[in-house]
């Protein structure tokens, strides 16, 4: 079945640090892929989405491309702030853009320090 | 502003107790969505909707129960509460073209 596998956490990183988050998925189609934040005590918010091969997410300074060869969606930003201390997922759906239901990477939990 | 309102946002129950977790949304999307968030952050997908009189089972095996009769509404009952149920739950919302709305999440503790 569709699955998608993230790095394993916990990652923790001083400010102004590069940030990756590796996040790979297997598809029996061809999914839109995702990037969600969660909070402290809040639900999920998008970060970037990417509907098609080579397609660049960007939100917030955070990119990730998607790439076809790989399987692949690295999460990344050049210089994490304190406040992106959070839950990261990566997600996918398929059905393109008549979004159907998703299915969600463990998450990463990534704590920034000042 | 959220579009999707979860209520109640805590609850801690009996164990027996019959309890329903509300979900509405007010932007008329046909697909929603019912997940539950372990302890360990997962999200597993618990019960789906593709419109009124649709609901559907997910990936993940649920003792709960869904209904939708009407568009905006989506609720969850769990029947007896146990604390296997101890969980967050995280209600959706999607919409061709437009892409997924979720709410802030039910925090349910059985004890």
Request: hydrophobic fraction near 30%; proline fraction near 4%.
């Amino acid at each position: 079945g569709d699955s998608v596998t993230q790095m394993e956490g916990p990652v923790t990183l001083s400010e102004e640090a590069f940030l990756t988050i590796n996040c790979t998925y297997t598809a029996t189609g061809y999914p839109s892929l995702f990037w969600y934040v969660q909070y402290p005590g809040e639900g999920l918010q998008l970060l970037l989405k990417a509907t098609k091969a080579d397609d660049k997410g960007s939100n917030k300074g955070f990119e990730a491309t998607y790439r076809k060869e790989t399987t692949s969606f690295h999460l990344e930003k050049g210089s994490v702030q304190v406040s992106d201390s959070a839950v990261y997922f990566c997600a996918l759906s398929l059905g393109g853009t008549s979004y159907g239901k998703l299915t969600f990477g463990q998450g990463t939990i990534l704590t920034v320090h000042p | 502003e959220a579009d999707i309102y979860q209520t109640p946002r805590y609850l801690v129950i009996g164990t027996g107790k019959k309890i329903t977790l509300e979900c509405s949304q007010t932007m008329g999307h046909d697909k929603m969505y019912w997940y539950q968030q372990d302890p360990g952050m997962e999200l597993h997908l618990i019960h789906y909707s593709y419109g009124v009189n649709s609901t559907e089972k997910g990936d993940l095996s649920s003792e709960s129960t869904v209904s939708r009769i009407r568009t905006e509404h989506f609720p969850l009952t769990l029947e007896s509460a146990r604390p296997s149920h101890t969980s967050q739950y995280l209600c959706a919302s999607s919409e061709y073209g437009y892409g997924y709305t979720f709410g802030s999440g039910t925090r349910l503790t059985v004890v």
